[in-house]
């Protein structure tokens, strides 16, 4: 016999499944970032965490119409609570988030939607999402940030 290399059975059987296994999860990721939307958070600008809440469009944090049905919410996460607590939209709204830290690393999360991104001081997190259908979106913190962390969340409500 002339092979020159001699994989054992199981070895070759252990390789497959290491391929196979790489390939199912390759797969995973192509389709959650082209099926389901999948969405990396942006670093839409850096800011200095000490003025970032005294100017710009985080000095009035709130929710603004830019165009019809398109938003804009500019919050700040501040130990421990959101700035502002309560959206409100129409439905059909496409809302776009811009959030930043004025202290530690925070998360936001939107609850059934596809919107969890880490909030860190000194940077804009951003993402967006529609809504078509009412109800009520609580957003989270999901950065452990100290003793009130778990109270550390609020809403958005899309008004049908
Ligand atoms: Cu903010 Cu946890």
Not at 107 to 133: C, H, R, W, Y
């Given at each position: 016999?002339?092979?020159?290399?001699?994989?054992?059975?199981?070895?070759?059987n252990?390789?497959?499944?290491?391929?196979?296994?790489?390939?199912?999860?390759?797969?995973?990721?192509?389709?959650?970032?082209?099926?389901?939307?999948?969405?990396?958070?942006?670093?839409?600008?850096?800011v200095?965490?000490?003025?970032?809440?005294q100017?710009?469009?985080?000095?009035?944090?709130?929710?603004?119409?830019?165009?019809?049905?398109?938003?804009?919410?500019?919050?700040?996460?501040?130990?421990?609570?959101?700035?502002?607590?309560?959206?409100?939209?129409?439905?059909?709204?496409?809302?776009?988030?811009?959030?930043?830290?004025?202290?530690?690393?925070?998360?936001?999360?939107?609850?059934?939607?596809?919107?969890?991104?880490?909030?860190?001081?000194?940077?804009?997190?951003?993402?967006?999402?529609?809504?078509?259908?009412?109800?009520?979106?609580?957003?989270?913190?999901?950065?452990f940030?100290?003793a009130?962390?778990?109270?550390?969340?609020?809403?958005?409500?899309?008004e049908?």
């Amino acid at each position: 016999m002339s092979d020159g290399l001699h994989i054992e059975r199981y070895e070759r059987n252990w390789i497959w499944v290491g391929i196979i296994t790489l390939v199912i999860f390759a797969a995973a990721i192509l389709i959650a970032g082209f099926a389901l939307g999948f969405q990396v958070p942006g670093d839409y600008q850096r800011v200095d965490p000490q003025t970032v809440a005294q100017q710009g469009p985080f000095a009035d944090p709130g929710i603004r119409e830019v165009s019809p049905g398109n938003y804009e919410a500019w919050i700040i996460a501040r130990t421990w609570t959101f700035t502002p607590k309560d959206i409100t939209v129409p439905v059909g709204s496409k809302i776009t988030f811009y959030v930043t830290s004025v202290d530690v690393q925070h998360g936001f999360k939107l609850e059934g939607t596809n919107i969890n991104m880490m909030v860190v001081p000194g940077q804009v997190s951003t993402l967006e999402a529609s809504f078509d259908t009412p109800g009520v979106y609580d957003y989270i913190c999901t950065e452990f940030c100290g003793a009130g962390h778990a109270a550390m969340f609020g809403s958005l409500t899309v008004e049908g």
